[in-house]
C-alpha cells in the first residue's frame, strides 16, 4: 500500500492551530500569548512543508462518537466494577478473533486502542495476513456475553468519523 | 473550609458526589486487580474503571478551578486515558507472547 502524503488542508491547520491554543493555555496558565504566536506559527510552518496530515475527520459525526463513546466508557467501567464487587464470580475470560473492515493502519489501531474501554474486550493484538483482512485478537471478559455489538458499533462509528473510511452503510 | 463557602449548596453537593463516585470506581479497580483471576482480567479492571474514575474525581474538581486548570484537567485526562489503553494493549501483547513461549 502506497501511501503518497499530501499537503494539509487549511481547515486542517486552523483546527491544529485551536488544538494548539487550547494546549497552551492549559498549561500556561493562560500566560505568555505573544510568544504562543511565533511557537504556533513555527508548528504550523512544519506541518505544512513537512506534509503531516491532522486526521480528517467529519464535524457532522463529531457529536454522536463523543455521545457514543463516552456512553460505552460508563458502561464498561460499570460492568468491570460490577464484576469486581460482586460477591460470586461471573467471569469467563478467552481470547477471541475479531476481523477488522477498516481499511487504513491508523484507523485500525485506533479502534484497537479505543476497544479496551469498552465493556468486556481489551485488544493485544493487531494480525495482519496480508491477503485476508486483518484480524484484531481481543480478550473478552465473558465469553458469554454479547462483545460483537459494542465492537461492531464502535468500528461503525469509527468509519463514520473519519474521513479517510468510507461507512458501510449510505445513512449518515 | 473557605474555598467552598464560594460554591452554593447545589454545586457542593454535585462536586462532592462526583468525587465520591470517582473514588468508588478507583476502589472498584483495585480489588478488581486483586480479585480477578489472571493478569488480563486484571488488566480489564485497571484500564476501565481508572479511566471512568478519573474522569468523575476531575468533574467533582471543575467546581473549583478557573478555566485554564478545567481545560489542563481535561488535557491530564485525555493522556490519562490514551496511555491507559495504550499500555494495557502493550502489556497484554507482552503477557501472551510469553504465555506462547512457555
Redesign the interface.
Known sequence: MAITRSKPKITQLIVAALAIA??W???T??RGWWFFIPVCGAILLWLYFANIQVPAIRWRALPGFLLFFARQ??L??F???????APE?K?A?GWQRYPISLSEPASQRLL???I??L??T????IEQHPPQAAQL?L?V?DQQADWQAGVIALEQQLARLLRQETPAGTTL | MSDIGELSLFSFVLSSGLLFIGLLFFIAGSIGMLRFPDSFSRLHAVTKADSLGLGSVIAGLMFYSSWWQNLLMLLIWLLVMASGTVSCQLLARFCKAKQDQA
Open positions: 487550547l494546549c493555555a492549559a498549561l496558565e493562560n466508557l460508563v464498561g467501567a460492568d468491570v466494577g460490577w464484576r469486581a464487587l464470580q467471569l475470560p484497537a486502542s479505543m479496551s474501554l465493556p468486556g481489551c485488544s493485544a493484538e485478537l480478550h471478559l
